[in-house]
């Protein structure tokens, strides 16, 4: 019988609703009803909720962007320092809003040089990440960065910026989340 009321719920969200969800409703109409019931009758009865929203990445490509050559080849490794930079920008969700962090990691010591936090993501962000970055000093001239497509490295702002620098533009479909190694169970965040 509650598996019955179950499928009446899921059918009644388009198959959007999982456990948590039928939960909720069931005890909105009066039904008391362990949660984990109901996880077991939805896995018997195999009824999976889905998600409608697509994921999107942080990145967007602007119109008519011009896209530097990927010179890293997947190869996220250099020699010494100051020869290979990698940058990518994320979204930090705080108490006060969205918080955008841009940063720049050497990729000899994997150690980032420089960041940039911001309530934008303008291609002021990544600009002042690259000048901390070179500010810091160790870098060689002719240095590369590796990008992702993103609008800010696309933009002009951003390439008159590496070319005061004397870097090297790459880019990539993702540069951060490829480069970071997978943490190991039981190792401090």
């Not at 198959?15 to 969800?21: N, Q, S």
């Not at 970055?133 to 870098?139: E, H, P």
């Not at 002009?156 to 989340?177: C, I, N, T």
Request: aromatic share 4%; hydrophobic share 40%; glycine share 12%.
């Amino acid at each position: 019988m509650l598996a019955g009321e179950i499928r009446v719920f899921h059918a009644g969200s388009r198959g959007a609703y999982g456990a948590p969800r039928i939960h909720a409703a069931l005890r909105r109409v009066g039904r008391v009803v362990n949660s984990k019931k109901i996880e077991r009758l939805n896995r018997r009865h195999r009824i999976v909720g889905i998600t409608r929203r697509r994921r999107r990445g942080l990145a967007r490509q602007a119109k008519g962007a011009v896209f530097a050559l990927d010179l890293i080849g997947r190869d996220f490794t250099a020699p010494r320092p100051g020869m290979r930079l990698v940058g990518g920008m994320t979204e930090l969700s705080t108490q006060e809003g969205k918080l955008y962090l841009a940063a720049c990691i050497g990729l000899a010591a994997r150690e980032m040089v420089g960041w940039a936090m911001a309530d934008h993501r303008r291609a002021g962000l990544p600009v002042a990440a690259s000048r901390m970055a070179a500010g810091r000093g160790g870098l060689e001239q002719g240095c590369v960065m590796h990008t992702d497509r993103g609008s800010e490295y696309t933009s002009d702002e951003f390439r008159s910026e590496r070319r005061k620098l004397r870097m090297r533009q790459s880019m990539g479909a993702s540069a951060l989340v490829t480069i970071m190694p997978p943490r190991k169970a039981g190792s401090p965040s």
